[in-house]
């Protein structure tokens, strides 16, 4: 059975060499991206804390980079097609221990690899009908918050207004109480009788009803008790009546 080795694998590929990590915690990473598209892989290399993300996400950048200006590829239709981490020397150190004893220390190191290529039709189709319906969604939810803050502004707008107008109307009392055009007692005798009429005009309000359904009664009582009695006639000695 014919097997397709690292280096005939198809597709534009960048390599990193000796860097001075252990391929197990390069390849950590390697597994979040292999098979995704170059935006999403990118997308989730900037969010990953990892130390070998950045490091990841240069030699993407270099495979990427290699795609479009030898290739003619273009960006947005290519994904990661092979991505893996080889182990490089190991530097053999040493530390003093107990007794006269020698701690070993390894420092490991490896080589990084990333291999890109362009997705097939089927693939692209996906990937695009996906972006549109994110784009769309986008677009409402920036509509949406533009227009709350559009609403916020004018509110806060409407009420810087007012609270001006409140701090002229104060500023033009104070100055006319300096100059004298106005005394205090005018001022609180204009702001009582407002208060009054505004009293007055909630309880001619409140008392309006009752009087409406009130009149009818008073008016039906003073008809009964003034309505004229009718004479009686009465006959006197000579037969002829007379009424009182």
Known sequence: MPVTHTNERPGTRAVLRHYHMSASKARLVLDLVRGKDVTSALEILAGTPREAASVVAKVLGSAVANAVNNDGQ?????????????????AKRFRPRARGRAGRIRKRSCHVTIIVARMGEPELARLRAARSTEVASRSRRVAG????????????KREVVREEAAAEAT????????TGEVSPDEIDATDADAATDAE???DAEDAAPESSDAAPASDAGNETDDEPTPAT???????????D
């Open 145 to 156: 918050s533009r227009r709350r803050a559009d609403q916020q502004s004018h509110a806060h």
């Open 200 to 202: 007055a005009a909630t």
């Open 74 to 90: 273009v960006q947005e239709e290519l994904y990661i097609t092979s991505a893996f981490a080889d182990e490089g020397a190991t």
């Open 171 to 178: 500023a033009a009392e104070e100055q006319a109480l300096l």
């Open 233 to 243: 006639p009465v006959a006197d000695e000579s037969g002829e009546e007379t009424t």
